[in-house]
């Protein structure tokens, strides 16, 4: 069941256009990661997925509700900028999100919070670090319970250790409750451990959406010489030679020709020959 669909989704700001003519599905229980590089639409199909972006054109379902100017109920979003009133005190604002959402678990977001005896709830939310910000506003959004959990960039502010309790938390809540994670990053390495699904974003457009395991099974990178055209079939992505040899991404690959070697790509160098195809053909 996919628990978040768009068709012909698209999004402009004057002439730029943020997204286009997006149509995905994605996968129910399982960690999404939306990756791309930067300004790559990734903030844009999260706000329209929330539903705090009106598209320009198509439209975006959850749970096979179209989303309409509102968060869908069964839905939390985390946005890069925090939504914390900075005067309020860590208890005040688990009171303030508690008492505008109807399904709502005081208990969760205490859990989540236990691993920072630091953030005593008399503290204000001004005299928190970043860190901290970021993970009250997690602990918040887990506090509704959602069946998907949508992330802008939520690791971006947090040390080595802080990013860990995060994954921790969010990795709980799918295993214990079956939630969604839809996360964002412009870092493969901090999402490699935990994603099973891949949406890759360039200028707004879809190159990649699928399960890791069967991306990468479908790929292959061939090295043989500079100089022979005939390395194998399928489709070419990328190429890049050094001195006598070349090393080349293939989308389906057949037959490899004398002279040439294959192997299985790394999630990391497979995105980057990806972006590194469509910045070459602009």
Known sequence: MSVLRTTGLSKSYGRKQALRDCTVELPEGKVIGLVGANSGGKSTFLGLAAGLIRPSAGQVRVFGDEVRGRLHPDAAYLPQHRPLYKDFTIAEMIRTVGAVNQRWSPERVEEALAAHP???????????????????????????????????????????????????????????????????????????????????????????????????????????????????????????????????????????????EGQRPELEGLVTDYLRARQGSR
Do not use: Y
């Open 118 to 260: 630091e953030m005593d709830r008399s503290s204000r939310v001004s005299s928190l670090s970043q860190g901290m910000r970021t993970q009250l506003a997690l602990a918040l959004s887990l506090g509704r319970l959602p069946k998907l959990l949508l992330l802008d960039e939520p690791m971006s502010d947090l040390d080595p250790l802080a990013r860990e309790d995060f994954l921790r938390l969010v990795m709980t809540d799918v295993a214990e409750r079956g939630m969604t994670v839809v996360l964002s990053s412009h870092s493969l390495g901090e999402l490699r451990d935990v994603c099973d699904h891949l949406m890759l974003l360039h200028a707004g457009q879809v190159l990649l959406n699928g399960d890791i395991e069967e991306i990468l099974d479908d790929h292959l990178d061939v090295i043989g010489p500079a100089d022979d055209g005939s390395s194998v079939t399928g489709t070419m992505i990328h190429t890049r030679r050094t001195g006598r040899q070349q090393r080349s991404l293939v989308r389906t690959p057949g037959s490899l020709a004398a002279g040439w």
